[in-house]
């Protein structure tokens, strides 16, 4: 059986994990600092600050930001949920835009239509690990006076311009998900280049303490902290940035291998009567955090029909993006969408087996797999 993913852990993350447990550095300690500074180091930023998961990352940014109730969000319903309902947890309204059906990120036109007098800033993703075209986003932020930050969970090691998705916007989300390109088990970051936000994350993410707990415990002084503003514990643990210091060293080789694949499958793909890979603008160096295709009008099975006949011949693959808008938490008797291009997208792809340590023989038997069907 091909799995759709496998995470990229090893030998060399069980020892990190095991030598921060032994310094007997389990809570949010040196490894984190060293963790963030490596991180900031690579995606080019000033600051990167370590959390639980990308979710709470990405709460904290909106509560950085100050949105709340009465402010209008824009991002994508085609999104992991997570997405927009971090947005939510503020009380901020959630606005839902529509994706460009070909690169599946948010389409400008369409997010410019959403913008209201409310509108307070725009999270814009970088679906499965493609950058989306952050200088349109940019210039209608400045237009408009919108903030724009990213949902980078899938793009640590995306490039936009060459550059490393994490510095372009106000504030970029990754996730260390078991799922995602590398991980921590659970795991999430911020990478900005605004000091206040650094150290307003840092607050926020240890109860809001005015003096986090790694520096009463060295200092030789009796401190006693205060607890400045209603914070959360969302943080990281030593042992899982110990973890994320092996994997960040393997992060180009794994991004490497991913794209390989990739741009075997689209290759492979690129004269199928009915399947279509995915578009890779010329700004964008992409993750493959996942390998979407679409299944065309002209097409002789269903998409559900499809997965089951690669199935059952040993071949794992999962549904296209979800849509945030048709679950239970965006259902209203008032809420009324109109996102055409992001149902016609979600309904008619699916993602193919892609992970590092997949062989050019796994990939062969999914493609000769493919074949058989047509
Ligand atoms: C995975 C993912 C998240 C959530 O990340 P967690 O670390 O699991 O909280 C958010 N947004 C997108 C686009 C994702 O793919």
Not at 170 to 185: N, Q, W, Y
Not at 233 to 245: H, S
Not at 296 to 301: D, E, G, Q
Request: proline content about 6%; charged content about 20%; some cysteine.
């Amino acid at each position: 059986m091909i799995p759709i993913a496998k995470p990229s852990l090893g030998e060399q993350e069980a020892v990190a994990a095991a030598n921060a447990v032994r310094s007997g550095w389990v809570t949010q300690g040196p490894m984190v600092q060293r963790f963030e500074e490596a991180i900031a180091e690579y995606c080019q930023t000033k600051y990167a600050v370590a959390v639980s998961n990308c979710t709470t990352a990405l709460h904290l940014a909106c509560l950085v930001l100050d949105l709340g109730p009465g402010d209008e969000v824009i991002c994508p319903s085609m999104s992991f949920i997570a997405t927009a309902n971090s947005i939510r947890y503020t009380g901020a309204t959630v606005v839902f835009a529509d994706v460009d059906p070909r690169t599946y990120n948010l389409d400008p036109a369409s997010v410019e239509a959403a913008i209201t007098p409310r509108t307070k800033a725009i999270m814009v993703v970088h679906q499965i690990g493609l950058p989306a075209d952050m200088d349109r986003f940019l210039e209608l932020g400045e237009k408009h006076g919108i903030k724009i930050f990213e949902d980078a969970a899938c793009a640590i090691g995306s490039r936009y311009k060459g550059t490393p998705i994490g510095g372009h916007s106000e504030m970029a989300c990754f996730s260390l998900h078991p799922r995602k390109v590398i991980t921590t088990g659970e795991g999430g970051l911020i990478t900005t280049n605004n000091s206040a936000y650094a150290q307003h994350l840092r607050l926020l993410r240890q109860h809001g303490m005015s003096v986090p707990d790694l520096k009463r415990h060295q200092s030789r002084q009796v401190i006693t902290e205060q607890y400045e503003v209603l914070g959360y514990n969302y943080r990281m643990t030593d042992i899982q940035a110990a973890i994320g210091l092996e994997q960040l060293k393997k992060l180009d080789t794994i991004v490497a291998r991913r794209q390989e694949l990739a741009a075997a499958y689209s290759d492979a793909l690129k004269s199928h009567p009915w399947l279509t890979p995915p578009m890779i603008p010329d700004y964008a160096k992409s993750t493959f955090q996942s390998y979407a295709v679409q299944l065309s009008a002209n097409a002789p099975v269903s998409r559900d029909q499809l997965m089951q006949q690669l199935l059952d011949e040993q071949v794992a693959t999962r549904r296209g993006i979800m849509l945030s808008h048709l679950e239970a938490p965006y259902q209203s008797p008032t809420a009324a969408y109109h996102l055409p291009q992001s149902e016609l997208a979600s309904a008619q792809s699916l993602l193919l087996p892609l992970f590092a340590s997949m062989t050019d023989q796994d990939l062969n038997q999914v493609l000769t797999t493919i074949g058989q069907l047509t």
